[in-house]
């Protein structure tokens, strides 16, 4: 018996080892679900904890109302998640989490239309570590932690409403996180990559290019980084609910220049998609119905 109770003994205190270690190595994340839960629960009773937790006042032009009053009731709480290519996890130009302007400022004019919560998951991220480099070396010391608080944030986001979720580029690369996208509304926000290129070019971060490549052109540099995560991910943005180019849009509205095309004219063709998507599944429960 006693040799027993020393076996287990020496078990317990190697268990204990294991999960204290595990627990060491994920401090981060576990900041960065207290971190998250409070932002929530603030948010949610109208405090302004943070920018990127807040139901956002944007002045949108009467259309987009007209056409989101008549897609909420529809929605009946759905979350919407947009995804598409950011410049995310670019180690190369030491760059973590820099989201396309174009989706952001979509994802915040449908949150105030619909009268909705926005949040920027990679943003929650960055606050729990503590920073944008806080994240990057908590991403580079521990990829997987990293992603595994990636795959939280999606978790606890998925389970609630009425939200406005402008996802990261981990949102599309496992099936566990494509399985949370299905709570809600996937949106692929589809911007060609020239322009999220020239976006970088004019950034600050676009800095970090010149300590990181001899190359004559920068330009092509982040053209083919960008090239390469897009091929990763491609599978993943194809199996959004709805998709809305930029290209797209820029040609039914007769501008060359994509520049021209604003966020309020991206956000009425998403409306547009997500009402389509209503109505189909409306139709396909009317149907269904028993006579």
């Known amino acids: ?70 897609v909420v009731d529809d929605l009946r709480g759905t979350s919407l998640f947009l ?26 004019i449908l949150a105030d239309s619909l009268r909705y919560y926005y949040f920027d998951s990679d943003s929650l991220i960055q606050q729990a570590a503590g920073g944008t480099s806080a994240a990057k070396t908590f991403r580079e010391e521990d990829e997987k932690g990293f992603q595994s608080a990636e795959t939280e944030v999606l978790k606890q986001l998925s389970a609630m409403g009425r939200l406005v979720v402008c996802a990261g580029d981990g949102a599309v690369q496992s099936a566990t996180n494509l399985s949370y996208l299905r709570y809600g509304v996937s949106i692929w926000v589809d911007v060609p990559l ?16 010149m300590s990181t490549t001899q190359e004559t052109d920068p330009f092509t540099k982040v053209m083919n980084v960008l090239l390469q995560q897009y091929n990763k991910l491609k599978e993943g943005f194809a199996i959004a609910d709805t998709t809305v180019s ?14 021209s095309v604003t966020a309020e004219d991206m956000a009425l063709e998403t409306l547009k998609g997500i009402q389509k998507l209503t109505r189909v599944k409306k139709m396909m429960e009317e149907a269904g119905r028993p006579f």
């Open 1 to 70: 018996m006693l040799y027993i109770l020393c076996f287990m003994d020496v078990f317990v205190r190697i268990k204990v080892k294991l999960f204290l270690k595990k627990v060491t190595r994920s401090l981060c994340a576990i900041k960065m679900l207290t971190t998250l839960s409070m932002v929530l629960t603030f948010s949610l009773r109208g405090q302004d904890v943070c920018s990127s937790a807040r139901i956002i006042t944007y002045k949108v032009s009467i259309w987009i109302q007209r056409t989101a009053v008549e």
């Open 83 to 108: 995804v598409g290519k950011c410049i995310d996890g670019m180690s190369c130009f030491d760059v973590i989490g820099m989201n396309c302007t174009m989706k952001t400022d979509l994802g915040k």
């Open 194 to 209: 020239d322009y999220l290129a020239n976006e970088f070019m004019v950034s600050e971060a676009s800095s970090s290019i």
């Open 246 to 259: 930029l290209l797209k849009v820029a040609s039914q509205l007769g501008h060359e220049d994509l520049t």
